[in-house]
T-cell receptor, first 114, second 114 residues
Framework: AQKVTQAQTEISVVEKEDVTLDCVYE???????LFWYKQPPSGELVFLIR??????QNEISGRYSWNFQKSTSSFNFTITASQVVDSAVYFC???????????FGKGTKLSVKP | NAGVTQTPKFQVLKTGQSMTLQCAQD?????MSWYRQDPGMGLRLIHY???????DQGEVPNGYNVSRSTTEDFPLRLLSAAPSQTSVYFC?????????????FGEGSWLTVV
């Protein structure tokens, strides 16, 4: 069975704090892809990152970084020096190798207060 | 380059009414999907299609019909709307042949059934 767990339902931080959003996944596939999406208050889904199961390199993009660890089936997302504009719901998702459907976690609502 | 276009963006229905959510993509993608998003539930797959003339059920298909007569269009039909179908609906497309593993989402359709 495929499953994505985002245990943190809501997180509230003060601006400039670092925050990590957790994502744990379950799959028996050897080829799979992991995604993070941001959903701001306006409602659209904004693609942040995609990782395939064969690439465990951590990724950094500006204030965003991702830590992919197959040993713990985790794909965690860290925002450094958070800003108010980071306030959103963040979804982690899993895709099987050749299929086009995503299995989403329930999302983590991040509130960054000034 | 329109990507994935969903219409309408907002709709209010009365219980028992029928309606169709439209989804069109201009990228010649074989794979298209419909998801619904409910508070605290993440996005869940309703129906998907791997090509014209082929559709299949996802996790929450009850109360919805789909068809895929062309590659471009994948409408979602509610035959007799129920308050439980109040949700945000997202259409997505995926280029299975391209190998890019990028999934494109529409901007969402907010549906309220009263």
């Amino acid at each position: 069975a495929q499953k994505v767990t985002q245990a943190q339902t809501e997180i509230s931080v003060v601006e400039k704090e670092d925050v990590t959003l957790d994502c744990v996944y379950e799959t028996r596939d050897t080829t799979y892809y992991l995604f993070w999406y941001k959903q701001p208050p306006s409602g659209e889904l904004v693609f942040l990152i995609r990782r395939n199961s064969f690439d465990e390199q951590n990724e950094i993009s500006g204030r965003y970084s991702w830590n992919f660890q197959k040993s713990t089936s985790s794909f965690n997302f860290t925002i450094t020096a958070s800003q108010v504009v980071d306030s959103a719901v963040y979804f982690c998702a899993l895709k099987r190798g050749s299929q086009g459907n995503l299995i989403f976690g329930k999302g983590t609502k991040l509130s960054v207060k000034p | 380059n329109a990507g994935v276009t969903q219409t309408p963006k907002f709709q209010v229905l009365k219980t028992g009414q029928s309606m169709t959510l439209q989804c069109a993509q201009d990228m010649n993608h074989e794979y298209m999907s419909w998801y619904r998003q409910d508070p605290g539930m993440g996005l869940r797959l309703i129906h998907y299609s791997v090509g014209a003339g082929i559709t299949d059920q996802g996790e929450v298909p009850n109360g919805y019909n789909v068809s895929r007569s062309t590659t471009e269009d994948f409408p979602l039909r509610l035959l007799s709307a129920a308050p439980s179908q109040t949700s945000v609906y997202f259409c997505a497309s995926y280029d299975r042949q391209g190998g890019g593993n990028t999934i494109y989402f529409g901007e969402g359709s907010w549906l309220t059934v009263v």
